[in-house]
Every structure is written in structure tokens, then in C-alpha cells.
């Protein structure tokens, strides 16, 4: 009796690590927004690499601070919390990533940046509709979406790989952080680092002379 | 003697030696010009057709970027080319500039990140002979970069004219003293779609420039071959070929229909095959001098007119643009081999057996010709949906990574897409001629450093490859 039980055992671990296996074969990768960019676009590039026939909600959420504050209903003043977008336009691409770092459980205790400040987890508001995209092809499918008129502030870009039940099986998510776009775009450092070096000139000498 | 009759007998002498010098002046003037004269022209005499060589160079594609990381791409490039040549004309017009060498990774993020506008070819052009051409003066140090394919400007420096070599993988750009005062990043319309670089959707290094997504009124139509709609055109394209020798060439047809006209023992030979395309030889090589790429594709394309024409649209523009050149270096003689391409509705018309005309000029002189145009008929229709490119190419990602490496063997599907995120060079819309059929399919034209791969435009299946080596 046991030993059947025990093959009953080893039949259902089976069923269920191919089960698993299954489930898990499946995999979403956010190849845009790079992770932890830093734009002054007020767009920007979602694009979704689904390896398999597999299914995905793609969702963007903005970053926004709870706050609460005091208002006055019929003559009583009641305390409601508000959301409202955090002053991060002095943040780098490292403190971006510390603030993701801290989402997603890489650190437990956030980082201070470049601001001054401590990167805390901030509340997740829904910007716009999820989308859930159905790659049918047996092979890799795309998934891409252009987002405009995007407000300055952070953003996270989640995905989730849904399952037959239509439960997340898998997630991937990233942060963009979109700042002001400056009226003036200040001179880049681009062109500093690489002109003009010895190499190059010596190449461009001996180029000449057997020219 | 007197001293009369001997005054008579010196201008005897006089006007014996004038007329031995006009006698010999005479005879160069009639013979030594000729004589003189590199042999493609010989050929070329009689009904002379001349062509506007310019109008054949038209950029893939003009980009006005956007700033983050998107594009727009232009309508009409050929308009926007003529712009951006009148904008860099104007920087000519300043200091002399320095040229320098910039990585791929600088010249992405100048055309990126910024307002930009970029101006691609599929074949590279000599920097040197192009500036000389569009009466760009001569750039200092401008000999350093030898050929581009990718110019433009960025808001990143806006005094500088960037250049690229996708051959040679090779960045450049021009630096002057201060910018034109009527510097601009966007010279024409544009169409709605967004494209970007092909390796920020997918992952990768690829400079394709891709479409999120799209439409097309393309659809799938008749072809007829030139020599179906014009039977007498083979003799037509013999008598333009050989020129005054017609009456000397030998007319072979064998049991395959197929009809050669041959001058003296092989030494040009003009073969027109039932399929419709013709090849032309001469093996000759030139004894003239090359006349550089622009030199040289007016000797090719005044001949492909020519010889049977080149297509026209129906307001009589040219339907036809250089596709591709590759330089040639055989020894004595150099030139280029040039391939046209045919156009339909706007898009290029392409098969597995390549381009429409292809053309090798070599010391000066056509030396070959290969000639397969199509006439088409029905391939617009309602606008509809295409494929989104980038799930063409993830789709398709085995089948590009095996043509392109020649190797049949699986491959795991996460080293095929990375190689087509790596690798891939332009995908753009056009026709494929399915010969054997009578058709001309919508299709998606793919370029890797390998092979020239056609998708089904709307459904994204694989219709056929020319392989084209590096």
C-alpha cells in the first residue's frame, strides 16, 4: 500500500514539476525603458520580449507620494491622504536604480541620493489602461507601444506573464524617470572624451602619406 | 632666275607646307578623335540618350528624429536630400572644418537624443567626389573619411555635419567654426508612423531603422516581363547595343528560344532569354580612365537607357534608383558595378536573382549589363495593417540566423534573436517578383550582412532570400 502510495507520490511530483516546468518556460523582458533611464522626452518606448506562446499585462504606473492633509467637510476637518507627484527632477540614473532596488527587494533599506534624501517606495497610481498582449506566434513576439504627452515624474513599467488561470506567473518591472524637458537643451560632454586622440591622428598621418 | 619667278617659287613652297599641316590637322580632326575615344562610346553612338545621373541617387531614407530615441521618416526623400545637400552647402560656405572620428556609440546618441535629421543609402558614396559633385567645396581633411553611407545633423553639435560607413562601421564629423544661421533638423513633411532603431526594440546593436507598426495599400498584382509586353524589344536593345556594327553581329537562336546576338568571335555578346532578362557582354576592358562614381554611373545609366530604358513613372519621373555599388579594382581598369532597382508605387521591386539592372562599368566603358524589368499592374488597393517588423524579424529570427551564417543546424532561438538584434540593416517595404507565377507579393525586405530576406508584408511569412555576401 505505501509503495503505491509512494509511486502515486512520485507520479504527482512529476505531473507537477512538468506543470511547473511549463508555466515557467514562458518568460517577459522589458527591453524599453532601459533599466532605471533617465529621459526629458515626454515619450518614451515600452517594448516586451515574450519568448513563447504566452500571455502578458503590461501595465505603467506613476510614482506618487501620500500625503495627508487636513480638509473641512460641513464644518469638520477630516484628514484624507493625497497623492501627489514627488520632486525627483534633480535624480541621476544610480538613484533611479536604488529606488527600484528597494521595489524590488534587492535592498531592504534605501539608499541616500543624489538629493540628500533617502530613496523610499513610493505608491504605485495606474497611468492608463493595462494592456494584455497575446503572443500566438511559437516562437519570440514583441510587444510595443509608444507612450506620449507623458507628465514629468517616475514611472514603473511592469509586466506580468498571466497563467492559464490568468494569475501572474512571472513579473519583470522597471523604472523611468521623466524630467522637464528643458526649454534650452544645455551643451552635451558627447564629442569630449574620444577626439582627436593619438591613435587616431597617427592613423590618419599614415593614411595620408601612402595615399 | 629672276628675282620674280623665284619670289613665285618660295610661296610655291609656302603653300605646299600649309597644306601638308592642314592636311595633317584634317586628319586627326577626322580619324584621331575617334581613335582617341574609349570604345563605350562607339557603342553608345546613334540615338543619344542622356540621363540626369542625380536623379537615381535617392536615399533609403531621410530621419528627422525627435529627440527620444524616435523618428519620422521623411515623404518625399528625394526632396529632403536636395535640402540637406543646399544645408551642407552652407556650412561650406564657413572656416574650414576638422575632422574627427567619433565612435558609433557618439554618433547614435547625436542622432538619438537630440533633434536630428539623417540622411541613409544603401551603397557607400566617396565622401571626396561626393562634395565635389553637389558643389560642396572641398572639406579640409574631408579625403581622411573615403566613403559614407549615413550623413546628417544633430542638435548635439549643431555645427558639425556627422557622417557614418556602415561598411567599415566607421563615424566622422565634420566640425566647424560656428553652425549655418538657418540650420534645420526637418526639411519636409513626414509621415505619421514612429520608427526606431532596431536594436532598442529588440535588444540589440542593429542601426535598422524599424516602424512600430504600419499600413500599406499594397497589394498582391500581375507582372507581365518587358519582353512579354514588347516582343520586338530584344531587337531594339541589339541595334542600341551594337550601333553601327549591328549589321556584322551573328543572330543565334538555340532550342530553348533563347536568342544571342554575338560581334566578332565573342567579343560582345548580347543574350535574351525567355524569361525575359537579357545579359549583356563586352570583353573589352576599358582602355579609357574611370570617371569616378558619379563619372561612371552616368556612363551606366545613359546606356541602360539606352538599351531598352529606364522605367518611368506616369509623370515621367524615373522609376528606377541606384540600389547598390560596389567599387572594382581589377589591376589597369577600375569602376563600379551599379545596381538599379525598379520602382513601383514607391517601393523597390526586388527578386531572388537580385536587381533589376545591374551594370559594370570598367576603365570608362560598359562591360556588362543585366537586364530583367518587369511591367506591373494592380498593386494598390485598400490601405490595410501590416505586420509590426519587429515581430517579423522576432518571428523569423531562425530562418535570417541560418541563411545568413550558412548553417542548417538548430540553434537555440535566444542566439538567433540576438544575432538579428545585432545584425540587421534596413527592412523596408517592397514588392517581390515571384517570376514563376506572374506575380508581385507586398513584402517586408530585410537586409543582413549576408542575404536579402523577403516576408509576406502582412502576415510575416518567409517568401524568399538572395544571398549577397559583405
Known amino acids: 500500500?505505501?509503495?503505491?502510495?509512494?509511486?502515486?507520490?512520485?507520479?504527482?511530483?512529476?505531473?507537477?514539476?512538468?506543470?511547473?516546468?511549463?508555466?515557467?518556460?514562458?518568460?517577459?523582458?522589458?527591453?524599453s525603458p532601459a533599466a532605471s533611464s533617465v529621459t526629458d522626452s515626454d515619450s518614451f518606448l515600452i517594448s516586451v520580449k515574450l519568448d513563447s506562446v504566452s500571455k502578458a499585462r503590461i501595465s505603467v504606473y506613476q510614482q506618487k507620494e501620500a500625503v495627508e492633509v487636513s480638509r473641512t467637510v460641513s464644518g469638520t476637518s477630516i484628514k484624507v491622504t493625497e497623492y501627489v507627484v514627488p520632486d525627483l527632477s534633480a535624480l541621476k540614473p544610480e538613484d533611479v536604480q536604488a529606488i527600484s532596488d528597494l521595489y524590488t527587494?534587492?535592498?531592504?533599506?534605501?539608499?541616500?541620493?543624489?538629493?540628500?534624501?533617502?530613496?523610499?517606495?513610493?505608491?504605485?497610481?495606474?497611468?492608463?489602461?493595462?494592456?494584455?498582449?497575446?503572443?500566438?506566434?511559437?516562437?519570440?513576439?514583441?510587444?510595443?507601444?509608444q507612450l506620449t504627452g507623458v507628465a514629468p515624474g517616475l514611472y514603473r513599467v511592469n509586466v506580468d506573464l498571466l497563467g492559464k488561470d490568468g494569475k501572474p506567473a512571472a513579473s519583470a518591472t522597471t523604472f523611468i524617470l521623466v524630467k522637464e524637458k528643458p526649454k534650452v537643451k544645455e551643451k552635451t560632454d558627447l564629442f569630449e572624451t574620444n577626439q582627436g586622440t593619438a591613435a587616431q591622428t597617427l592613423k590618419t598621418v599614415i593614411k595620408n602619406i601612402f595615399k | 632666275?629672276?628675282?620674280?619667278?623665284?619670289?613665285?617659287?618660295?610661296?610655291?613652297?609656302?603653300?605646299?607646307?600649309?597644306?601638308?599641316?592642314?592636311?595633317?590637322?584634317?586628319?586627326?580632326?577626322?580619324?584621331?578623335?575617334?581613335?582617341?575615344?574609349?570604345?563605350?562610346?562607339?557603342?553608345?553612338?546613334?540615338?543619344?540618350?542622356?540621363?540626369?545621373?542625380?536623379?537615381?541617387?535617392?536615399?533609403?531614407?531621410?530621419?528627422?528624429?525627435?529627440?527620444?530615441?524616435?523618428?519620422?521618416?521623411?515623404?518625399?526623400?528625394?526632396?529632403?536630400?536636395?535640402?540637406?545637400?543646399?544645408?551642407?552647402?552652407?556650412?561650406?560656405?564657413?572656416?574650414?572644418?576638422?575632422?574627427?572620428?567619433?565612435?558609433?556609440?557618439?554618433?547614435?546618441?547625436?542622432?538619438?537624443?537630440?533633434?536630428?535629421?539623417?540622411?541613409?543609402?544603401?551603397?557607400?558614396?566617396?565622401?571626396?567626389?561626393?562634395?565635389?559633385?553637389?558643389?560642396?567645396?572641398?572639406?579640409?581633411?574631408?579625403?581622411?573619411?573615403?566613403?559614407?553611407?549615413?550623413?546628417?545633423?544633430?542638435?548635439?553639435?549643431?555645427?558639425?555635419?556627422?557622417?557614418?560607413?556602415?561598411?567599415?562601421?566607421?563615424?566622422?564629423?565634420?566640425?566647424?567654426?560656428?553652425?549655418?544661421?538657418s540650420l534645420s533638423y526637418r526639411f519636409t513633411d513626414a509621415g505619421s508612423a514612429q520608427y526606431y532603431y532596431c536594436g532598442d526594440i529588440l535588444g540589440g546593436k542593429a542601426d535598422?531603422?524599424?516602424?512600430?507598426?504600419?499600413?500599406?495599400?499594397?497589394?498582391?498584382?500581375?507582372?507581365?516581363?518587358?519582353?512579354?509586353?514588347?516582343?520586338?524589344?530584344?531587337?531594339?536593345?541589339?541595334?542600341?547595343?551594337?550601333?553601327?556594327?549591328?549589321?556584322?553581329?551573328?543572330?543565334?537562336?538555340?532550342?530553348?528560344?533563347?536568342?544571342?546576338?554575338?560581334?566578332?568571335?565573342?567579343?560582345?555578346?548580347?543574350?535574351?532569354?525567355?524569361?525575359?532578362?537579357?545579359?549583356?557582354?563586352?570583353?573589352?576592358?576599358?582602355?579609357?580612365?574611370?570617371?569616378?562614381?558619379?563619372?561612371d554611373l552616368k556612363t551606366a545609366a545613359d546606356f541602360v537607357e539606352k538599351c531598352g530604358g529606364i522605367p518611368k513613372d506616369e509623370n515621367g519621373g524615373l522609376a528606377m534608383q541606384l540600389f547598390g555599388a560596389i567599387r572594382l579594382d581589377q589591376g589597369r581598369s577600375s569602376g563600379y558595378v551599379f545596381g538599379f532597382v525598379q520602382t513601383e508605387d514607391g517601393v523597390p521591386v526586388l527578386s531572388d536573382r537580385g536587381c533589376s539592372v545591374e551594370v559594370e562599368v570598367s576603365g570608362g566603358q560598359v562591360t556588362r549589363m543585366k537586364r530583367a524589368v518587369i511591367k506591373a499592374s494592380d498593386i494598390s488597393g485598400d490601405s490595410r495593417e501590416v505586420m509590426q517588423p519587429a515581430n517579423v524579424l522576432a518571428g523569423n529570427c531562425n530562418h535570417i540566423y541560418n541563411i545568413s551564417t550558412n548553417s542548417m543546424l538548430s540553434v537555440e532561438p535566444a542566439e538567433a534573436y540576438a544575432y538579428v538584434a545585432d545584425n540587421v540593416r534596413s527592412m523596408r517595404m517592397g514588392l517581390y517578383e515571384q517570376e514563376d507565377l506572374?506575380?508581385?507579393?507586398?513584402?517586408?525586405?530585410?537586409?543582413?550582412?549576408?542575404?536579402?530576406?523577403?516576408?509576406?508584408?502582412?502576415?510575416?511569412?518567409?517568401?524568399?532570400?538572395?544571398?549577397?555576401?559583405?
Open chain 1, 1 to 31: 500500500m505505501s509503495r503505491r502510495l509512494a509511486r502515486i507520490a512520485a507520479f504527482a511530483l512529476a505531473l507537477v514539476m512538468m506543470c511547473t516546468g511549463v508555466c515557467f518556460a514562458a518568460s517577459a523582458e522589458i527591453v
Open chain 1, 105 to 145: 527587494g534587492v535592498v531592504t533599506k534605501g539608499a541616500v541620493m543624489s538629493n540628500g534624501k533617502t530613496a523610499v517606495k513610493y505608491t504605485d497610481i495606474p497611468y492608463g489602461d493595462p494592456v494584455v498582449y497575446e503572443n500566438k506566434a511559437e516562437g519570440i513576439g514583441i510587444y510595443t507601444k
Open chain 2, 1 to 181: 632666275m629672276s628675282s620674280r619667278s623665284r619670289l613665285i617659287e618660295h610661296a610655291k613652297s609656302v603653300i605646299l607646307v600649309v597644306l601638308f599641316i592642314a592636311t595633317i590637322l584634317l586628319l586627326y580632326l577626322l580619324w584621331g578623335k575617334d581613335y582617341l575615344r574609349p570604345a563605350a562610346v562607339t557603342v553608345l553612338r546613334g540615338q543619344a540618350a542622356e540621363v540626369n545621373e542625380s536623379l537615381l541617387v535617392v536615399p533609403d531614407y531621410v530621419a528627422y528624429g525627435s529627440g527620444d530615441g524616435s523618428f519620422s521618416l521623411a515623404d518625399d526623400p528625394a526632396e529632403a536630400f536636395a535640402k540637406a545637400v543646399a544645408q551642407a552647402a552652407g556650412f561650406a560656405k564657413l572656416s574650414s572644418p576638422t575632422l574627427s572620428q567619433i565612435t558609433r556609440e557618439q554618433y547614435r546618441a547625436a542622432m538619438t537624443g537630440f533633434e536630428s535629421v539623417q540622411l541613409s543609402f544603401r551603397y557607400a558614396l566617396p565622401t571626396a567626389q561626393f562634395c565635389e559633385y553637389y558643389g560642396l567645396g572641398k572639406f579640409t581633411s574631408s579625403d581622411s573619411s573615403e566613403s559614407f553611407t549615413c550623413f546628417g545633423f544633430s542638435e548635439a553639435s549643431p555645427e558639425s555635419i556627422f557622417f557614418k560607413d556602415e561598411s567599415s562601421g566607421s563615424c566622422y564629423r565634420l566640425l566647424f567654426g560656428e553652425a549655418p544661421a
Open chain 2, 208 to 295: 535598422a531603422m524599424i516602424a512600430l507598426e504600419g499600413e500599406s495599400t499594397l497589394q498582391a498584382g500581375r507582372m507581365l516581363t518587358e519582353l512579354e509586353a514588347d516582343p520586338m524589344l530584344s531587337t531594339e536593345i541589339a541595334r542600341a547595343a551594337y550601333g553601327d556594327t549591328f549589321d556584322f553581329v551573328r543572330r543565334l537562336r538555340d532550342g530553348f528560344g533563347t536568342l544571342t546576338y554575338m560581334y566578332g568571335y565573342g567579343a560582345k555578346v548580347l543574350t535574351c532569354y525567355t524569361d525575359g532578362s537579357f545579359d549583356y557582354y563586352d570583353e573589352s576592358t576599358g582602355r579609357g580612365e574611370s570617371r569616378g562614381f558619379f563619372g
Open chain 2, 438 to 470: 506572374g506575380t508581385l507579393t507586398p513584402c517586408w525586405i530585410v537586409l543582413s550582412p549576408a542575404a536579402r530576406f523577403f516576408f509576406d508584408l502582412y502576415d510575416g511569412t518567409p517568401l524568399g532570400f538572395d544571398l549577397i555576401g559583405d
